[in-house]
């Protein structure tokens, strides 16, 4: 999926001007797409927000969210969205929270391992 960010009119006349015509990407293109999805699913967990878990978290962490700034700092390989991010929550929320208990493990569907991603997050921002 294509999502074009526009802010004028000459851009919307590119984009229409990019999709009049159809022109299949070539073998060399197509890999180097591939390439990259395979290393962003390696690297990222793919949480959909569906929020089943926070109820059952003890520590009422706002697991998706957390999941989400974690997975952008491992994609952009430890910027500063994601500490600044949590500079502005409060200590008791952060990945450092954290009791490791699993109990958000059991009922999330995607069957992702929060509380190791939240142990490496926090171990991440303890280096950066
Ligand atoms: S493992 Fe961590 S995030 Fe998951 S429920 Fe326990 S305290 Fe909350
Ligand atoms: S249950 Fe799993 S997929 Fe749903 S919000 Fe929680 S971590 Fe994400």
Redesign the pocket.
Known sequence: MILSGMSNLQQLQQNIQTFETVKKLNEQEQETLLAIADEMIQNILP????????AHCPKELD??TL?SLYNEHCFTGGGFIAPMALTAMPEDKRPSACIGCRS?EA????Q?K?SEAMADFHAKLQKS
């Open positions: 949480c959909t927000a569906c929020r089943y878990c926070t697991i998706p999941l958000c009922v999330c569907p995607q992702l929060i």
